[in-house]
């Protein structure tokens, strides 16, 4: 399998940009939270050749084939790959022998490389196991799990916050209707419960009725949500004075945490009715742009992947706190 041709990194020029103030320093540190198939590490390799990579990913699938791709790129010896989530990014840093990061980036949500795994299952247009687990080889809980053995109540909540599935009752309704003669164990059988669960006046609109159902069952399975939370603040706080934390988000459950965990770095801790804004006080951070930013046309024509994203970018203005 070729890394090369499984993953076109999304936004890769705009990505590179904001992080060049960070990574054309002598001897930066750059970590990619969120491996997949190098493309980003890859260019930003290329673009600053005083950068070593620490990559992280959970899959040891991809960071095999990553390995691949970065040696035969020629950037042996300026890489060093770590296997652990990457909410873990200072025990990442220390086993790379680093102390801070001077680049940081994180592109969520899934790789291209376990999209186009069938066997994962993580596509609904494919006839797969209902696994979706992101570390095979280490978690436990797979969707099946999930749709065999949760209640009612827990499936359509997962439904609702994870997927946000206005049909969610009756999806799970469904689910724990049907398994009670046969279990759900592959794709097909979960994709046909839920569209006879949404009304047929609804099934047309908003892509295919099985893409919230699925997204949700994937981020509860590898607790998604859980991990990006711990890792916006272990991120923020292993960024070198003058480093830049760059994400890119596909929904809006995950770009909301990024933007509120944004918002709230970059704003001043002084007490409300205070007439002067003291030193003490003032944010560790700033934004490098306002708002987020979104892929160009031309992009989203040739990658439909990057329809969707939401890109935003944080640096740090102050030393970090020594703990």
């Given at each position: 399998?070729?890394?090369?041709?499984?993953?076109?990194?999304?936004?890769?020029e705009e990505c590179l940009?904001?992080?060049?103030?960070?990574?054309?320093?002598?001897?930066?540190?750059?970590?990619?939270?969120?491996?997949?198939?190098?493309?980003?590490?890859?260019?930003?390799?290329?673009?600053?050749?005083?950068?070593?990579?620490?990559?992280?990913?959970?899959?040891?699938?991809?960071?095999?084939?990553?390995?691949?791709?970065?040696?035969?790129?020629?950037?042996?010896?300026?890489?060093?790959?770590?296997?652990?989530?990457?909410?873990?990014?200072?025990?990442?840093?220390?086993?790379?022998?680093?102390?801070?990061?001077?680049?940081?980036?994180?592109?969520?949500?899934?790789?291209?490389?376990?999209?186009?795994?069938?066997?994962?299952?993580?596509?609904?247009?494919?006839?797969?196991?209902?696994?979706?687990?992101?570390?095979?080889?280490?978690?436990?809980?797979?969707?099946?799990?999930?749709?065999?053995?949760?209640?009612?109540?827990?499936?359509?909540?997962?439904?609702?916050?994870?997927?946000?599935?206005?049909?969610?009752?009756?999806?799970?309704?469904?689910?724990?209707?049907?398994?009670?003669?046969?279990?759900?164990?592959?794709?097909?059988?979960?994709?046909?419960?839920?569209?006879?669960?949404?009304?047929?006046?609804?099934?047309?609109?908003?892509?295919?009725?099985?893409?919230?159902?699925?997204?949700?069952?994937?981020?509860?399975?590898?607790?998604?949500?859980?991990?990006?939370?711990?890792?916006?603040?272990?991120?923020?706080?292993?960024?070198?004075?003058?480093?830049?934390?760059?994400?890119?988000?596909?929904?809006?459950?995950?770009?909301?945490?990024?933007?509120?965990?944004?918002?709230?770095?970059?704003?001043?801790?002084?007490?409300?009715?205070?007439p002067v804004d003291l030193?003490?006080?003032?944010?560790?951070?700033?934004?490098?742009?306002?708002?987020?930013?979104?892929?160009?046309?031309?992009?989203?024509?040739?990658?439909?992947?990057?329809?969707?994203?939401?890109?935003?970018?944080?640096?740090?203005?102050?030393?970090?706190?020594?703990?």
């Open positions: 399998m070729d890394a090369s041709q499984l993953h076109a990194p999304v936004m890769r940009e904001l992080l060049r103030p960070a990574l054309e320093r002598e001897e930066s540190t750059y970590v990619d939270c969120t491996l997949g198939m190098a493309g980003h590490a890859c260019a930003v390799l290329d673009a600053f050749p005083h950068a070593h990579l620490v990559g992280i990913d959970r899959d040891r699938a991809a960071l095999g084939l990553a390995r691949e791709r970065l040696t035969s790129e020629g950037f042996e010896g300026r890489f060093t790959l770590v296997h652990t989530t990457y909410d873990r990014v200072a025990d990442a840093l220390a086993h790379a022998g680093r102390d801070r990061a001077d680049g940081i980036l994180m592109d969520l949500g899934l790789s291209s490389f376990q999209i186009d795994t069938r066997e994962r299952g993580f596509a609904y247009s494919a006839d797969a196991p209902l696994d979706m687990r992101m570390n095979p080889d280490g978690d436990a809980l797979t969707a099946a799990d999930i749709l065999n053995t949760w209640s009612e109540q827990d499936i359509a909540n997962i439904l609702y916050r994870y997927g946000e599935e206005k049909f969610s009752r009756r999806i799970a309704r469904t689910i724990v209707k049907e398994r009670a003669s046969e279990p759900f164990e592959r794709s097909p059988q979960l994709v046909s419960a839920i569209e006879k669960s949404i009304p047929a006046k609804s099934r047309h609109s908003g892509g295919h009725p099985a893409k919230r159902t699925f997204q949700a069952l994937r981020i509860a399975v590898n607790e998604e949500l859980d991990i990006l939370h711990d890792a916006l603040d272990n991120a923020l706080a292993a960024l070198a004075p003058g480093g830049r934390l760059v994400i890119e988000a596909y929904h809006s459950l995950e770009d909301r945490m990024v933007k509120e965990t944004f918002t709230a770095a970059s704003s001043s801790k002084a007490p409300e009715g205070l030193a003490q006080f003032a944010p560790d951070f700033s934004l490098v742009k306002r708002g987020a930013m979104k892929a160009p046309a031309s992009e989203q024509e040739t990658n439909p992947r990057s329809a969707s994203v939401r890109l935003r970018a944080i640096e740090r203005i102050t030393p970090p706190e020594i703990s």
